[in-house]
């Protein structure tokens, strides 16, 4: 018995190492027909012209541009002696922010709250006091703080689905999840639940006494 247990022992202890030898050799043939990674160098410029802007909140927007090497030497520019112009505009042509940078690639934070309007960006360069656009960017539309109010029919609409009063005002205001931090939309937030608090009472109490007089 003794001298079996001895050769199930041998015989798994050769099997274990014909196993290791043969996966060693499977694992080797991988490693030298891995193929090798690509490498890809992120180029610091594309040189293309390219102007975007990106709202990020409320009161934040980020604005990104390139203008290229081409675009420059056909219009004489020499950022060395030169600043680039930019300009926020609406739809309806009213300027409403503006910055400089000497950079031809480069990034902007704007600071500044425009309300539920169409605004872009151009991007120029100021000759004998007149702005010469170079490029623009895409639309966007901006945050809106306006809260309409749900008509009768629909608030009681909203209610018999279950609605509570928190989830019928996210319904009624623009770009809600972007703005509840604001201040002015926590205080209109409360006297909308005040309001709905009473109309609530109103119609319970109406309910109660029409009740009565049916008995």
């Not at 002696?81 to 480069?106: H, Q, R, T």
């Not at 009624?172 to 201040?183: L, P, V, Y």
Request: glycine share 4%.
């Amino acid at each position: 018995m003794f001298k079996n247990s001895e050769n199930l022992i041998k015989e798994s202890l050769e099997n274990e190492n014909d196993f290791s030898s043969a996966t060693h050799v499977i694992d080797n043939l991988v490693a030298v027909n891995k193929p090798k990674a690509t490498e890809y160098k992120i180029p610091e410029r594309y040189n293309k012209d390219t102007l975007r802007i990106i709202l990020v909140n409320t009161e934040k927007y980020f604005v990104y541009w390139e203008v290229s090497d081409k675009t420059l030497a056909e219009k004489s520019i020499d950022l060395n002696k030169e600043k680039l112009y930019f300009k926020v505009d609406d739809i309806n042509g009213d300027e409403l922010y503006s910055f400089e940078s000497s950079l031809a690639l480069g990034d902007y934070y704007v600071n500044s709250e425009f309300e539920n309007k169409d605004i872009f960006v151009k991007a120029g360069v100021i000759k004998n006091g007149e702005f010469i656009e170079l490029i623009s960017s895409n639309v966007i539309h901006t945050f809106s703080s306006k809260i309409n109010f749900p008509s009768q029919e629909e608030y009681e609409e909203l209610l018999k689905k279950g609605y509570s009063w928190t989830e019928i005002i996210r319904t009624t205001i623009e770009h809600f999840d972007m703005g509840t931090s604001s201040a002015k939309y926590v205080q209109e937030l409360e006297r909308l639940k005040h309001f709905i608090q009473e109309e609530e009472k109103d119609k319970f109490s109406s309910s109660s006494f029409l009740g009565k007089s049916n008995d």
